[in-house]
């Protein structure tokens, strides 16, 4: 395969990537708990600002959570999507960071919020949790090879922050 036709494939399968994520209302956040285990939970995505690029994803939450701790422990997380009516299975890896000071809260902050965090952006624990993905394994049906689900398909960036497909 030819680097050009390599890095149509490697489009090709970020776009159906992002295009499946773009379906899914929401996610399963996977954080390492402290005794151990493995911490999963649901969660819905805050919107990306404009000039992010696509592989940042942000969610709201209580800054006195258990998942928050988990991040201040260990950064790395998962997360993970599923859009049944396209067979189409995507888990993320990468680095979470925490924005909690009150100027970055108020500046991202949205009406909606209230409904979870009804004291408002300036007397709630709420925080913003992006992450920056660095490793997607996905299963879509009609994208990955075939026979359906029985490799990964596994992209990672590297240091300079270049999509590379991996072997599954």
């Known amino acids: 395969?030819?680097?050009?036709?390599?890095?149509?494939?490697?489009?090709?399968?970020?776009?159906?990537?992002?295009?499946?994520?773009?379906?899914?209302?929401?996610?399963?956040?996977?954080?390492?708990?402290?005794?151990?285990?493995?911490?999963?939970?649901?969660?819905?995505?805050?919107?990306?600002?404009?000039?992010?690029?696509?592989?940042?994803?942000?969610?709201?939450?209580?800054?006195?959570?258990?998942?928050?701790?988990?991040?201040?422990?260990?950064?790395?997380?998962s997360v993970i999507f599923q859009h049944d009516p396209d067979d189409a299975f995507v888990a993320l890896t990468g680095t979470a960071s925490l924005a909690e000071g009150k100027p970055e809260i108020r500046r991202r902050w949205k009406p909606a919020y209230d409904t979870y965090f009804p004291d408002g952006p300036d007397r709630s624990s709420a925080i913003f949790v992006t992450i920056d993905v660095t490793r997607v394994e996905l299963w879509i049906r009609g994208v990955t090879p075939e026979p359906f689900g029985l490799q990964t398909t596994v992209i990672e960036r590297d240091a300079t922050r270049v999509w590379r497909l991996k072997a599954g």
């Open 1 to 77: 395969m030819s680097l050009a036709d390599n890095n149509a494939d490697l489009n090709r399968l970020l776009d159906a990537t992002a295009d499946k994520i773009g379906k899914v209302r929401y996610c399963w956040l996977l954080t390492a708990a402290g005794e151990g285990g493995i911490r999963a939970r649901p969660m819905g995505r805050v919107p990306r600002d404009a000039d992010e690029e696509e592989w940042t994803l942000r969610f709201l939450t209580d800054g006195l959570s258990p998942k928050v701790a988990d991040l201040r422990r260990v950064g790395s997380v």
